[in-house]
């Protein structure tokens, strides 16, 4: 970690020099256009593409601000809903939560993030860190869905949906479109993971953009938290009775209606 | 890891669909202009900002394609100096070895990387990996950058400094234009750490053409690779007697002598 030295110098400095990190929040709110994600690496995988014996690429999501491709269609949905609201509410303790509290924070909009009791403390103050108000609210996620669809109600919040909104799907979109600036020829397929099928959505969304509606899209699903394939199956959407993989936040009870 | 009928999938993805690995290389060539470095993310680290009391940003450089901030320079030098060469040769078992290898592999030119016995096997794995061919020589470094110079007398093969040429510091003084086209004002200060001081004097470079030329820069060194401060003690540019620090190819027993 840093040194104490380092530290006092950088508290110095921050005195003679830095505005406060406030002021910087209110300089970005203005400069609404730009979008709060970034243009992520591609790196091949050289372990992947010698065990699969053609160049595998990974977009490395894993290195947005808030950790996780949500902060695109986030981002993108509370810069067209939330630029004057009193502030927004997402039940999420996963990744949709951190980059709603993020992107929030970045727009000087107060967060409120509904998480069941089941949340692991870390999940918690790592929201608190990105400035969110933080409300344990039930057993599961549903419960705190619905307490967040509540408060949306009467405390007249701008309700986050973690994946099913056009708007999310258009944000996420960008990924397909930083892709195809950074390889030289059409990809063979397109791997993904799907949770409640936002992710899907908006990667379709992005090939047709790009015109690359021949790729095949390969949708994974959990273990445990597979409603995407239920509904396949079934030939309906379908609403799984529990999340029974480890990663009870990274998945849903039902898929989306647009990704079906 | 990835499911085994993914990968006959993929696999007949790829006979129907990709082309060879090798061609999309040999495209690559041709667009020289074209860096091989990624413009990778500059995050806000939440809690190193809580710590110091002003906002504090890491330059994601583990995200490039090589791992490291490396390849800015040694990219750029390939591509002034390599383009027809038989092949290039860098004695490093640390990261300038692996982004020599990186970029040769894109430009399709071979590489040798020599490095002491003492790297460890997983190190000479990931070079191989990358299509090097990997000479062990002696038991230090300074006996594996002898027989990387002999070669490049001997053989015809470019020589690539690990960290004391101006080319290498032009390639490395693009990561401070990234950072000022990120950030909306002008640091405090820009903290970075010392091996054989390539990285100083790029960023300094940097710094410079961007304009920032009163931005103080913090240089850090590793205990027991500290070239850098003996020379700053000693008033001239010094010798350690060896490295002691556990990050042995990390570090350089002499500074170069414009970083100094």
């Given at each position: 970690?840093?040194?104490?030295r380092?530290l006092?110098?950088?508290k110095?400095?921050?005195?003679?020099?830095?505005?406060s990190?406030?002021?910087?929040?209110?300089?970005r709110?203005?400069a609404?256009?730009?979008p709060?994600h970034?243009?992520?690496p591609?790196?091949?995988s050289v372990?992947?593409?010698q065990?699969?014996?053609t160049?595998?690429?990974?977009?490395?999501?894993?290195s947005?601000p808030?950790?996780?491709?949500?902060?695109?269609g986030?981002?993108?949905?509370?810069?067209?809903?939330?630029?004057?609201s009193?502030g927004?509410v997402?039940s999420?303790?996963?990744?949709?939560?951190?980059?709603a509290?993020?992107?929030?924070?970045?727009?000087?909009?107060?967060?409120t993030?509904?998480?069941?009791s089941?949340?692991?403390?870390l999940?918690?103050?790592?929201?608190?860190?990105q400035?969110?108000t933080?409300?344990i609210?039930?057993?599961?996620w549903d419960?705190a869905n619905?307490e967040?669809?509540?408060l949306?109600?009467?405390?007249?919040?701008?309700?986050?949906?973690?994946?099913?909104h056009p708007l999310l799907w258009?944000?996420?979109?960008?990924v397909?479109?930083?892709?195809?600036?950074?390889?030289e020829?059409k990809?063979g397929?397109v791997?993904l993971s799907v949770g409640?099928?936002?992710l899907l959505?908006?990667?379709?969304?992005g090939?047709k953009?790009?015109g690359?509606?021949?790729?095949?899209v390969?949708a994974?699903?959990?273990?445990?938290?597979d409603?995407?394939?239920?509904?396949?199956?079934?030939g309906r959407l379908?609403?799984?009775d529990?999340?029974t993989?480890?990663a009870?936040c990274?998945g849903?009870?039902?898929?989306?209606r647009?990704?079906?």
């Amino acid at each position: 970690m840093v040194d104490f030295r380092v530290l006092r110098l950088l508290k110095s400095l921050h005195r003679q020099r830095f505005s406060s990190h406030f002021s910087i929040s209110v300089k970005r709110r203005g400069a609404m256009a730009r979008p709060f994600h970034l243009n992520t690496p591609l790196l091949e995988s050289v372990s992947m593409t010698q065990r699969v014996g053609t160049p595998v690429f990974l977009k490395m999501e894993n290195s947005q601000p808030s950790g996780s491709f949500k902060i695109r269609g986030i981002g993108h949905l509370c810069q067209q809903l939330a630029t004057d609201s009193k502030g927004v509410v997402c039940s999420s303790g996963g990744n949709a939560g951190m980059a709603a509290a993020y992107v929030a924070r970045k727009m000087c909009v107060p967060a409120t993030i509904v998480v069941p009791s089941s949340t692991p403390q870390l999940v918690v103050q790592r929201l608190r860190d990105q400035g969110a108000t933080v409300n344990i609210t039930g057993k599961v996620w549903d419960d705190a869905n619905a307490e967040a669809l509540r408060l949306a109600e009467t405390e007249g919040l701008t309700y986050v949906p973690p994946f099913d909104h056009p708007l999310l799907w258009q944000g996420h979109s960008s990924v397909v479109s930083e892709v195809a600036a950074s390889l030289e020829e059409k990809p063979g397929a397109v791997l993904l993971s799907v949770g409640g099928g936002g992710l899907l959505c908006g990667v379709i969304q992005g090939l047709k953009d790009v015109g690359w509606t021949d790729v095949p899209v390969i949708a994974m699903e959990t273990v445990g938290a597979d409603c995407f394939n239920a509904a396949v199956k079934a030939g309906r959407l379908v609403t799984l009775d529990d999340i029974t993989s480890e990663a009870k936040c990274l998945g849903a009870k039902t898929v989306c209606r647009k990704a079906f």
